[in-house]
C-alpha cells in the first residue's frame, strides 16, 4: 500500500516562506498532487510533480525526490488567506490523499 | 468557470432510510469520484467511474452504492443509512489518463444520520 506522512499542524507569520513536508512509502506511482481546502470549503487543486524536481506556480512551488520517498510544498510572501489544510495526494489508479496539514498564518 | 454541484449542503436522515446524493458536472469530464471526509482519516474514495454506466469500487464501498446513467452526473446511494455514515461527502470529476489527478471537487454535503 501507500502511507503517506505529513505533519499535522503548522504555524507562520505574515510574509514569511513555509514548507510542507510530504513523505510517502509506495512501490510506484504516476504523480504528486498537492490541494488547498479552507476550512468548510472543498479541496482545489495547487501543483502536481511527476519529475523529480522543482515545479513553481507564483507564490507556490512543489518539489519531488522519487528516490528519497520526498515532496515539499513550499508558500512564499505568505498571506492571511493562505491559513488553511495542505493536502498531498499520490496518483497511482486513482489519488491517495495524506491526512493534510492544517496551516495556521498569524500576523 | 468550471463547476461541480452537490445537491444539499446539509442533510439530515434517520438510521435506516435510503439517502440519495446527487453531484453534477458541466466540464465533460469522464471521470467521476465520491470521497467521505473525516477528522483525522483525511479524504477516502467510496466509488469512482470513468464512464456512462462504469462503476468501480474504492477503498471503502460497504454500505454505498452509485448510479451514473449520464456523463455529467454521478449518484450516490446509501442504501439503509447508518450513524457510522455520519460525514462530508465530496463529489470530484477529472478527465482521463494523465489529467486524472488534478481533480475538480464540489462543495460537499454535509450529512448527519441520527
Known amino acids: 500500500g501507500q502511507n503517506i506522512d505529513q505533519p499535522t499542524e503548522m504555524t507562520a507569520t505574515e510574509g514569511a516562506i513555509v514548507q510542507i513536508n510530504c513523505t510517502y512509502q509506495?512501490?510506484?506511482?504516476?504523480?504528486l498532487f498537492w490541494y488547498q481546502q479552507h476550512a468548510g470549503e472543498a479541496p482545489t487543486f495547487l501543483s502536481y510533480?511527476?519529475?523529480?524536481g522543482l515545479e513553481e506556480k507564483g507564490r507556490f512551488s512543489s518539489f519531488l525526490s522519487r528516490s528519497k520517498g520526498y515532496s515539499y510544498l513550499l508558500l512564499k510572501e505568505l498571506q492571511m488567506k493562505d491559513s488553511a489544510s495542505y493536502l498531498c495526494?499520490?496518483?497511482?489508479?486513482?489519488?491517495?490523499f495524506g491526512t493534510g496539514t492544517r496551516l495556521q498564518v498569524f500576523p | 468557470d468550471v463547476k461541480v454541484t452537490q445537491s444539499s449542503r446539509y442533510l439530515v436522515k434517520r438510521t435506516g432510510e435510503k439517502v440519495f446524493l446527487e453531484c453534477v458536472q458541466d466540464?465533460?469530464?469522464?471521470?467521476m469520484f465520491w470521497y467521505r471526509q473525516d477528522p483525522g482519516l483525511g479524504l477516502r474514495l467510496i466509488y469512482f467511474?470513468?464512464?456512462?454506466?462504469?462503476?468501480e469500487k474504492g477503498d471503502i464501498p460497504e454500505g454505498y452504492s452509485v448510479s451514473r446513467e449520464k456523463k455529467e452526473r454521478f449518484s450516490l446511494i446509501l442504501e439503509s443509512a447508518s450513524t457510522n455514515q455520519t460525514s462530508m461527502y465530496l463529489c470530484?470529476?477529472?478527465?482521463?489518463?494523465?489529467?486524472?489527478?488534478?481533480?475538480?471537487f464540489g462543495p460537499g454535503t454535509r450529512l448527519t444520520v441520527t
Open positions: 470530484a470529476s477529472s478527465f482521463v489518463g494523465g489529467g486524472r489527478g488534478e481533480q475538480y
Open positions: 509506495t512501490s510506484g506511482f504516476n504523480g
Open positions: 510533480n511527476v519529475l523529480d
Open positions: 495526494a499520490l496518483l497511482v489508479d486513482k489519488l491517495i
Open positions: 466540464m465533460d469530464h469522464e471521470n
Open positions: 467511474s470513468y464512464d456512462v454506466k462504469m462503476k
